[in-house]
């Protein structure tokens, strides 16, 4: 047991950060820190400049751009980048369907996405959550009817996060609708510009537009498009889910946030003095980064324990990063609200070429939306309630 | 001890209830919102019939003597509603102050106007370092012509974009947080410069300039922080109420949500661990109700440190539920709690700005923990 | 509404606030403050003290010793008596026994039990909990076979508290075997002085000795202790399960808690200075103090409700208030271990007529006692997780 | 980075696993708390055989040259065991400062008789007064024929009813709170006034009266607090591994007691707001577990303000996750938890006595507060 980093490890880590902080545009980097929304471009630019280093896609298979790295470096790049304000590569290209395509495409589909994956000249969305299912996704209706060398798609998919930039999206749907819940469910794949699909933004209350709802009226979808087998969409879906989890705990992003606060707190002045010299302030401020130390060595454990687990099989403990990390995230938003006060009141979202002048400081703008944002955090991608679920019954054996 | 309304409250309590219940459903809060000053002024002239603008003052001023109960009632149900009309800023702090720190003269001529809906009032005290501390004044008003003039910025200024009349803070004499020195200030919105925008829970405020602007003291001006603390209390005992009613919709929205929203086969409200928490906002709930009906106990109370022990108590209570109701509202409802298209992510905001106006829990916490507490001492 | 006092509960409340200091003895009083094991006859003094003035059982019928007070003059009764660390009268006679056998039972039984239940000459204890049952009561297995003109009473109870000094023991037996759960439970009186009967004490952590398990072997019980009608005595559990369970928040304890811990932290000096100085401390302080007003009005709220209620109907709301009370009792029994510090690891259990002086300051002995002890005002009378299953189902309508 | 453990350390590891899982069951633990002095000496010869006693200390004193790592594998198997001997009195704490303060002759003396099982120690630093700092020292020595004497009073010392030799921290100079002019010193047993008497966890502690006793000093006398320091900051280390297996026991415990009891005719692990809340003692526990590993990894670092942050953030973790989980885990079991006659109550005693040595959660993270946090800075 050595629980320090290896002189190399140390290097690595050394080199991740010059890259980020060097490579990437300080202008993305600093809208990252300040909250605000990134445009496609931004997205884009950003991870263009990764995969141009063969950063994008590092836990990808070798022959695919994957880097081979041991648990330790994922961390590491992943705490660096997120420290580093780095847009981290779109998760939907990176840790969604990449891996699956990878796992369980056949090379002709290979070779036409994986590539524009890496590079997001593909963008993907994700098409599972459905109005009527929520946390029981297994219960999606959307259909997919076989039609010669066709499939016919009719449903409605939800929470389809930043479908207005997408080019394609991945889709479970029903193909066998005699079979029972998890069984006859396909992983499709579709063209955005494909007849028949609508997309209709949802305005969250940050008044932000991340997600959206799509719908397929009669869409048609060739077959090759299918991934692996037939009716087999649920073990690809739950593989896929299962798949690099340990980034969810997000600790380079508390802790950047974390340094955030306090130097905004440095500036905000309260009875005269400077709000980081408040102890109590300063003692709620520990108390969240004991959690957030806490939380990064357990996740450093579960990296650690990575190696030894079969490929794709998820380990449950990825749940208490979700668990914790979430609410971390959530604690920093509303020391950050409680920075600001009552600058944090004026509803300011950030645009473009904006004319008026900011109201108040220009660092209060994003607190409250931020905060109503992060809510989702402990919602999506199997809520906290679900997460309780699976440890209780995958670890604890309840 | 009675917490038995009394038959004219009863009346007040049902008609304000239905108004809200038949006029103040989402939709029509979202048509409200859209109107040019984003509130409605058809509804503003239907207060004023019910005679609810004028419900605190005396009738001697054309209002209907009401005290903190009944401002206590009609602050609930706006809460429900989440009603965005200008009534906290007009009435319970502009008429509050008139009222309190008011000539003969500037009651008589103003507080009917309010009552009729006629006037409508902002107090424009935050600036831009003062976080939640009244007496952080810098702007300055003097003396010219047998007159006041005040120059300064005043910001979030509640209402203020629409506002007829402001009531302005400002120091004729002493350094920034002296507590002597301020006096309170009648200035016709007419002669500042002012930008209207929206706040985050879609009620509206104003950034306010004065550049020498013309000023008629209200009460002393050289000492009104006392009358204004007096009337800021109050205040914050009606936006208790108001927040008592945010957080009684938050939950009764979740309610209705575990009760018809299926999964796995089942009501998710049959699921225990989601009925505890349920349990545990609704404790927070009542916890909240019992502090906002404390606060408008105390909010006459005559002995200010007695006072402010209590509304300090009370506002950190409704902070901290607040924020455990309106966390867990969310979180229970899932995907659709993040929506602008469903009611409880608006409250949540509007519980949000609540909880920060006048001082957030934590900043109350602190300050009862200054004054000693509120027991054995 | 009028939230105020009247003048005549306020001219009451300083009439209970004297009788309380001074009638009832200072050195009783003084144990109760610091936490110390009552005597039996600490108890029993000061219970004939209150019922000689006609205080000791105020919530009884006026016939047998009631004062139909009013719900303010009750709360403010039971506040001032928490305050000045009165003990309170025996809840298993008073508010447990007493109104079960005032409402169901027989007049002669009535003139047998009552007068000498309100004056302790018969000390009362609970035969309700079993080892099997836990917090689902009603599958109770002790049993009583009725045989002529006797029960015939075999089986065990458990957490039976103070039945060390019970003269009495009031019973849920099972006598119908055959009828299902809660059917066929009987509310018998049992002289603890019969044949057949073994208590035997149970250590809590705290290293005292409150709880005992009963046992029956072959006990002979005269059918005439038998309460009401055979078969009811379900009913008569809930009524008493219902019965004033206002008094449970125990706000006036924690008031009187507090209290003491504003003293105490005025003694013990940190860094120089006394700890209730520190800004930290008096914030969590405050914290707990600001629930604690809240409790006190939702006590109040409740108080006032039952008025309204019909007699014996237990006020689902009551449950709010043994929830969030037995919180913050625990949270004052917290505060305390942390104003006394290091003071609170020797372990001295308070012993009458003790010589060997006392380690570290007197005060500081009964902390963790009492933080040990208090875990279980959220386990007894209906734990917390039953209370919320309660709210949930009779307020919520989950 | 590698959290496996090496060869060595795996089967020192499965070794005290199986003496704490044979030797150390609920009633073993019973009788030797039941002999004459509060704790088992066969058990401490046994200890003494399988190398324990010596484990930390170099193999030129007769040990065996482990680092915190080890010191952590038996800390925690001890914590699950709720092993009662003076291990961390007498190995970790006086066995460390001997190591780190003390002279070629006394190491050579002393760490080869600890390691045997012939001495014990003891660390008398308490005073009435101190509290949590160890540089509030009132208790004062002076030269005397050429050594030293020491007056003063310390308490609540760990196991000093049984230790042969304490180190005592004193005064040289200045005054109570200052930094310098504080020695630690060797004091035989014999020659002090002693009184012992059990903690609230069963283990055991001594109130010591010096009366102008014989010392020898260790280290510098007039600077020895920085070296105090270390040792006590190593130790906090070993003491948070300890919590981790009390915590651990009791959450085992609390995963049988809900599989195995039935109420309402079904386990009550069934019941799933009691799952999320094992659920949450879980995550409790692995965070508590991460610190402790953390702790492990910075005992010896070298800058003092750098071990100093990690140390105190991992006492304040292990503080709150014992709290939470020791609470929960008397609740879950409702009555059968608060009686002496099964375990779980024990463990939540020594877990509550854990937090309060060396300063409790709160102490801690309002230390590092003023420290500056952990990150950014």
Known sequence: MDLNFTPEERAFREEARRFFRTEVPEKIRRKVEEGHHLSKEDIVTSQRILNARGWAVPAWPREWGGQDWSPAQMYLYQDEMQQANVPSPLPFNVSMVGPVIAEFANEEQKRRFLPATANLDIWWCQGFSEPGAGSDLASLRTSARRVGDKYIVNGQKTWTTLAQHADWIFNLVRTDPSAKKQEGISFLLIDMKTHGIKVRPIQTIDGGHEVNEVFFDDVEVPAENLVGEENKGWDYAKFLLGHERTGIARVGISKARIKRIKELAALERIGGRPLIEDQHFREKLAAVEIELKALEMTQLRVVADERKRERGKPNPASSILKLKGSVIQQLTTELLMEVVGPHAMPYQPSEEGRNEPIIGPEYATEAAPTYFNYRKVSIYGGSNEIQRNIVAKAILGL | ?377
């Open chain 2, 1 to 377: 001890m009675d917490f038995d309304l009394t038959d004219e409250q009863r009346l007040l309590k049902d008609s304000v209830d239905r108004l809200i219940t038949e006029r103040y459903d989402f939709e029509s809060r979202n048509k409200y919102r859209a109107e040019p000053e984003g509130w409605s002024r058809a509804l503003w002239e239907q207060y004023a019939e019910l005679g609810l603008l004028g419900l605190p003052f005396p009738e001697s001023y054309g209002g209907f003597g009401g005290g903190p109960v009944e401002t206590m009632i009609v602050m609930e149900a706006f809460g429900r509603g989440l009603a965005v009309e200008p009534y906290f800023a007009t009435v319970v702090l502009g008429g509050g102050l008139i009222h309190q720190a008011g000539s003969e003269e500037q009651k008589s001529a103003l507080l009917p106007q309010i009552a009729s809906g006629e006037a409508l009032l902002a107090f424009a005290h935050v600036e831009r370092q003062s976080r939640y501390d009244l007496a952080n004044v810098t702007t300055r008003a003097h003396r010219a012509d047998g007159g006041w003039r005040i120059n300064g910025e005043k910001s979030i200024v509640l209402h203020g974009d629409v506002a007829d009349q402001l009531i302005v803070s400002a120091r004729t004499s002493g350094s920034p947080s002296d507590r002597a020195g301020i006096g309170l200030f009648l200035v016709d919105a007419k002669d500042v410069t002012r930008r209207g925008y929206p706040l985050q829970d879609g009620l509206r405020a104003a950034e306010v300039k004065l550049d020498d602007a013309r000023a008629e003291p209200l009460s002393n001006p050289e000492g009104a922080l006392s009358v204004a603390e007096q009337v800021v209390d109050a205040a914050i005992g009606a936006l208790c109420a108001e927040a008592v009613g945010v957080m009684q919709s938050m939950h009764e929205l979740t309610l209705d949500y575990l009760k018809t929203r299926r999964q796995f086969g089942r009501p998710i409200g049959d699921f225990q661990a989601l009925q505890h928490r349920a349990v545990d906002m609704y404790v927070a709930l009542e916890q909240a109700r019992s502090m906002a009906l404390f606060a408008t106990m105390m909010a006459a109370e005559e002995d200010p440190a007695e006072r402010r022990r209590a509304i300090t108590a009370a506002k950190a209570q409704i902070g901290r539920s607040g924020r455990h109701i309106g966390q867990e509202a969310i979180q229970l409802h899932g995907g659709i709690g993040m929506t602008m298209e469903y009611k409880v992510g608006h409250a949540f905001k509007r519980m949000t700005m609540i909880d920060i106006m006048f001082g957030d829990a934590g900043a109350h916490t602190e300050e009862l923990a200054r004054l000693g507490g509120l027991f054995g001492t």
